[in-house]
């Protein structure tokens, strides 16, 4: 089973026996930082929770795993979270059999916030088994571990993504999912320069030399961010940079992603969401 929650930024997985819910980028603590800049906002950590636990309550999923960035500071915690944190996830793992997280590149120091029985996995991410297939779990600033490039489905979070549509000077931001493939060739080439190993003519045959196995071709799901605060990384305009080493090292098919906003709706693949440039 994985399948979106209906008009929500979360997955469920698993069985009807061990179901699964996804989230991912919470940033609690987020408020702080426009506070800095002069934006006054009421703190969003029972907004947050509120909202989850009506998802939970809804569908009864016997674990929580979250994809990252559950704080918003990066290495130092900030007074905000040290205040709410520990009470998030305290009352989270409540609603559950399991609460898990995979670390993001704002999880400095988490486990300084978390409940023992929080458990959290490193950055470079984890595979969980839906039926006969593998489900690789990662935040997506950092590449994942090898076995994690045989997966059948890989979902990462991070670059929040958003689509724009401007019409008569009007400007609307909509959260999407995004669905895509990697290009196994730059994968293997890339992957294997990260991991400091030889790469001939042939990537894929040089990554099967060096790990024993064949890179998969996988499904992969992009989350949109969790914490509706955020805004997030408008995908459908020329100058958007997906942030992340799948993505800075050109591995993603970006152009054939296929776009659904939280309800399910397609919106197309993103090469047809991009507004020409009728200047040039």
Not at 65 to 83: C, F, V, Y
Not at 172 to 193: D, G, Q, S, Y
Not at 202 to 231: E, H, Q, T, W
Request: some cysteine; hydrophobic content about 40%; aromatic content about 8%.
């Amino acid at each position: 089973m994985l399948k979106l929650v209906p008009d929500e930024p979360a997955l469920l997985l698993g069985t009807p026996s061990n179901k699964i819910l996804l989230i991912a980028d919470l940033h609690l603590g987020f408020e702080r930082a426009l506070l800095s800049k002069g934006i006054n906002i009421p703190s969003q950590t029972k907004k947050i929770y509120h909202k989850l636990k009506s998802i939970v309550d809804r569908f009864s999923p016997d674990s929580i795993i979250i994809l990252g960035d559950i704080k918003h500071g990066t290495t130092r915690i900030m007074p905000q979270e040290w205040m709410e944190i520990h009470r998030f996830l305290d009352k989270t793992k409540d609603l559950v059999r399991s609460l898990e997280i995979v670390r993001g590149n704002h999880d400095g120091s988490l486990r300084n916030l978390s409940p023992k029985e929080v458990k959290i996995h490193p950055s470079r991410g984890i595979p969980i088994l839906d039926g006969k297939k593998m489900i690789a779990l990662m935040h997506g600033h950092a590449w994942p571990s090898p076995k994690l490039l045989r997966c059948d489905v890989l979902i990462m979070a991070h670059n929040h993504p958003v689509v724009e549509f401007r019409e008569y000077g009007f400007r609307m931001v909509e959260p999407v999912w995004a669905k895509t493939r990697w290009i196994k060739r730059k994968v293997a080439k890339a992957f294997l320069k990260f991991s400091g190993m030889k790469v001939n003519n042939d990537p894929i045959d040089s990554f099967r030399n060096a790990f024993d196995f064949d890179i998969y071709d996988p499904k992969i799901v992009i989350m949109p961010a969790f914490n509706p605060l955020l805004g997030g990384n408008a995908i459908n305009t020329s100058e958007t940079q997906f942030l992340g080493p799948l993505f800075s090292s050109e591995c993603i098919d970006l152009e054939e992603s296929e776009i659904y906003l939280l309800d399910g709706s397609y919106l197309g693949h993103l090469k047809n969401l991009i507004p020409k440039d009728y200047s040039t």
